[in-house]
């Protein structure tokens, strides 16, 4: 028991150095002066500075937003799917499975090509209704709403994977006690495979939105000039301006606000989730 | 010189109390059934002797030596595990060998022993065959092959017999008794199945909430009980409730309630001490008739009636106790239907009684 | 009643496939058409912006790279994870919160903010970022993926077969090599895909730390893109999409991974 306790150890020093330490050292970052901001360290003025301004106040309440739009369509899309994939059986199923791996696995860059030559007025979506004059050009390509829709088709799989594993884990037997008790399709549901399945959901809600609020590529390409999010916001203080400590205290912003909506939807859920 | 011996084992887990002061030594080539309910401490003892747990205190010798620290790699104890643990990526033949690899032995050697030790368990024709491509009885038996391969000083086995339908067990039980007994092996046998333990063993040795209650042949255990939890595990029991009145000779009176006396075997117990007066059920004859002489006569109710088919057991009503009895399905026996009176009867030998 | 329910699952999934799916296969489409713009229609079929890549020493170069970091942080990772899958399921605990929360933590802590933080230790440290620096954060984004998998092999598996091989005479280490880690192949072989195909696809980790001797694929693909897009870039990732395709296939047929129990 004691021996085998230490074979933890690897993974736990590997995320104390290479995560929890770097976290350490942005905090301790997020409170230094730089060239924008000139005070004594530490201070909180960087925090001041980024809450204040409207600007960059807007790109947190964005990003929270693209977040939430995301895991409030993605959890029912991807909930509906766990459910109806018992209709596929054998190869197929797995096959299923399996494909739901390739977009994650191609990577985000060959995924959001993909938007890119899909959404644009003149593209393949919408390019023939315009032509037709059957719509005016939507002009989706560099707007919030593209952002979220790549963000809902690049979490999708996630949380397909997850819910339809959850749902699994409800044991069939139970239905059949539901429906010899005279329970409707409906009833079955809201009596068994919501309640049970609350836990899948409370972790596909969270896995959902960190997702959607780390993601960095949808927002670059597919967002207009201004539609930054805080990580493409950290991009540029990084790569941009090379202003490390606003680029620390964004990322502090952003760790704060996944955790605060956490403990929401852990709030909201926990309600509902009996032991 | 007894082949095992343990000496005071006590186990603790974090604060309970899995073994407790347990002594018990067995004699070799014997085969002892550790037999208790379920966390009465038996798997607990056979991981201790196989090395897989270490006692708190205590020691454990093997043939003389004390092996109480030994590393179960070095102990030499083949070990027949309930999910068999047969090796899924070796065939038969590579699971059998496998102790003999570890020892190192030549090819040639390791093929004739494992040949052998199929043989033993009549599975030579299985020898190239993977553990899914068998039966649950083959995959026994090539459990039992592999922990015999390496010429164990002494065979554990853990609940060998419970993963198998009834009738296959049933066979199982004469295979493992014949091999080893033809192997000539000691052997120790974990159950909960007190059937299986009395039709196996030499000794059955009944554990408790980590306590040895009693070690003793099968007839001893199920006629002498040493206490009131071995009776009340073995067989089925009614257990009444009541103090002794006076001993006469070898005979002792117990008042239970409503004023009523039974009698049975004295033990020595002072009068006026609260006891437990125990009767199995097939030991409790049931009459329409009054007998004509004898002691623990008492008339009853028959209240209920379950039909066993080699049997039929009889819940009845003496007033304020209530008593079982199980009466042979056969025509040499009165039958009788719920809400018939009748005599409940048994003999003061088939009554043993025990402080409470 | 039934029927329907089951035609209305069919086209649902249908519809959501071809949502997760469909944006890939125009950029499938793209790597093969003639025209030299992307987005562009459909002009005719060629093969020339395959060729094309060859032209690119950078992509060629970064793709070695990225195999070499993916390699090497993935075996890491495994390793790391297998370890403490081992302890997890061996031990028997009762749900610990603590610890699983800290073993998720590298999947909920944005990279972007992970890699920063390397950064700025590194910079603290006075030192550059490169190979190290790269394997490092890769490996550690990687153990809850290489987790998740070697767990489900665990769950699956009788520890009393390690007791089994013990008492025949293996000592530890042989009984981990001859049944612990052949039993778990298959999980070990899947955690270690997984791992390497999301290290090798991995952007923002490698744009932070990645000096100008370790630029990976993802990194050149990025800078390339910042200047133009072209159908040549659709032809690497349609390679990229292929591969990815191809070995989960091959993993679902080879090794027979259930990615759910």
Not at chain 2, 10 to 27: G, H, N, P, Q, Y
Not at chain 2, 152 to 159: C, G, I
Not at chain 2, 256 to 266: E, K, N, T
Not at chain 3, 15 to 31: D, E, Q, R
Request: glycine share 6%.
């Amino acid at each position: 028991m004691g021996v085998t306790s230490l074979l933890l150890l690897p993974s736990l020093l590997m995320i104390f150095v290479f995560l929890g330490l770097p976290l350490v050292v942005i905090f301790m970052q997020s409170l230094q002066d730089n060239v924008l901001l000139q005070f004594t360290p530490p201070g909180i003025e960087n925090y001041k500075y980024l809450l204040t301004r409207p600007y960059y106040f807007d790109v947190l309440v964005r990003t929270l937003r693209l977040s939430l739009l995301t895991t409030f369509f993605a959890i029912p899309l991807g909930y509906l799917a766990a459910m109806a994939m018992p209709v596929l059986k054998g190869r197929l199923a797995n096959m299923a499975i399996m494909a739901l791996t390739f977009p994650i696995l191609a990577g985000p860059l060959v995924v959001i090509l993909g938007w890119m030559a899909l959404l644009p007025d003149s593209g393949p979506l919408f390019g023939p209704l315009v032509r037709a004059g059957l719509i005016r050009p939507p002009r989706i390509l560099g707007s919030e709403t593209a952002i979220v829709i790549s963000q809902i088709q690049f979490v999708l799989p996630f949380a397909i994977l997850t819910l339809y594993t959850a749902l699994r884990q409800i044991p069939h037997a139970l239905y059949e006690a539901a429906a010899s008790n005279g329970a409707g399709g409906l009833q079955s549901f809201l009596h068994v495979t919501l309640p049970l399945s609350l836990p899948g959901v409370l972790s596909t809600t969270i896995i959902v939105f960190s997702l959607a609020a780390s993601s960095f590529i949808a927002p670059h390409y597919l967002g207009g000039a201004s539609d930054l999010t805080l990580t493409t916001l950290i991009t540029n203080f990084v790569l941009g301006t090379f202003n490390s400590p606003l680029a620390a205290t964004s990322s502090i912003l952003l760790l704060v606000m996944m955790l605060a909506a956490m403990f929401m939807f852990v709030k909201l859920f926990g309600r509902f989730i009996r032991p | 010189m007894p082949d095992l011996k343990l000496t005071n084992i006590t186990k603790r887990f974090d604060k309970s109390v899995a073994v407790d002061d347990l002594s018990l030594s067995i004699e070799h080539g014997e085969f002892v059934c550790l037999l208790g309910p379920s966390g009465c401490g038996k798997t607990t003892t056979l991981r201790m002797i196989a090395g897989f747990e270490t006692a708190n205190s205590g020691t454990i010798e093997l043939d003389g030596m004390d092996i109480t620290r030994l590393p179960p790699q070095k102990r030499d104890i083949g070990l027949v595990f309930q999910s068999y643990a047969l090796f899924p990526h070796k065939t038969a033949a590579e699971n059998v060998g496998f102790g003999l690899k570890m020892r190192k032995l030549p090819r040639a050697d390791i093929d004739s022993q494992v040949k052998k030790a199929l043989d033993l368990v009549r599975l030579g024709h299985v020898a190239e065959r993977y553990p899914r491509q068998m039966s649950g009885g083959q995959q026994q038996r090539v459990a039992l092959a592999r922990a015999l391969a390496i010429r164990p000083r002494l065979l554990l086995m853990d609940e060998p017999l419970s993963n198998l339908d009834a009738k296959l067990r049933d066979d199982m039980r004469e295979e493992i008794r014949r091999i080893q007994k033809e192997v000539g092996i000691t052997a120790i046998f974990v159950t909960h199945d007190q059937a299986e333990a009395l039709a196996l063993a030499d000794r059955i040795a009944v554990m408790s909430e980590g306590r040895l209650m009693q070690i003793a042949d099968p007839t001893s255990i199920y006629e002498s009980p040493a206490n009131a939890t071995v009776d009340q595990f073995i067989g089925q029991v009614n257990a009444l409730q009541g103090s002794i009145a006076n001993v006469e000779g070898h005979i002792a009176h117990v008042a239970i309630a409503g004023g009523r006396y039974i009698s049975g075997l004295d033990r020595q117990i002072p009068a006026g001490t609260p006891v437990l007066a125990m009767v199995k059920h097939e030991r409790v004859f049931l009459s329409r008739l009054q007998p004509a002489a004898g002691e623990n006569i008492f008339p009853c109710q028959v209240e209920g009636r379950t039909y066993l088919g080699a049997s039929i057991v009889y819940r009845c009503n003496l007033g304020d106790q209530a008593m079982t009895a199980a009466v042979p399905n056969h025509p040499a026996f009165e039958q009788f239907q719920p809400g018939e009176a009748a005599f409940l009867h048994w003999a003061s030998a088939d009554c043993r009684i025990f402080r409470q | 009643m039934k029927g329907m329910k089951v035609t209305l699952s069919w086209i649902y999934l249908a519809l959501i496939y071809l949502f997760i799916l469909g944006p890939m296969f125009f950029v499938l489409a793209a790597s093969f058409n003639t025209e030299t713009s992307f987005p562009a229609a459909f002009e005719g079929v060629t093969l020339r912006w395959y060729a094309r890549i060859w032209d690119h020493q950078e992509f060629l170069s970064s793709a070695w790279t990225s195999t070499l970091v993916a390699l090497v942080s993935s075996a890491v990772a495994v390793l790391a994870a297998f370890l403490a899958a081992y302890a997890i399921s061996r031990g028997n605990k009762r749900e610990n919160a603590w610890l699983s929360a800290t073993l998720a933590a590298p999947l909920l802590v944005p990279q972007v903010v992970m890699s920063l933080g390397m950064l700025q230790l590194a910079s603290l440290a006075g030192m550059g970022t490169g190979f190290w620096w790269l394997v490092a954060v890769h490996a550690v984004h990687n153990i809850p993926f290489a987790l998740r998998l070697t767990l489900t092999g665990f769950a699956r598996f009788d520890f009393a077969l390690e007791d089994a091989a013990t008492s025949l005479g293996a000592g530890r280490w042989t009984a981990w090599r001859e049944v612990t880690i052949p039993v778990l192949q298959s999980s070990i072989v899947a955690g270690f895909t997984f791992c390497f195909i999301m290290s090798f696809v991995n952007l923002p980790i490698s744009l932070f730390l990645a000096d100008t001797a370790t630029t990976t694929l993802p990194v050149v693909m990025y800078s390339y893109i910042e200047s133009r897009i072209d159908p040549m870039l659709a032809a690497v990732s349609a390679i990229l999409f292929v591969l990815a395709c191809a070995i989960t296939l091959v993993l679902d047929n080879v090794f027979r991974i259930r990615l759910v129990d």
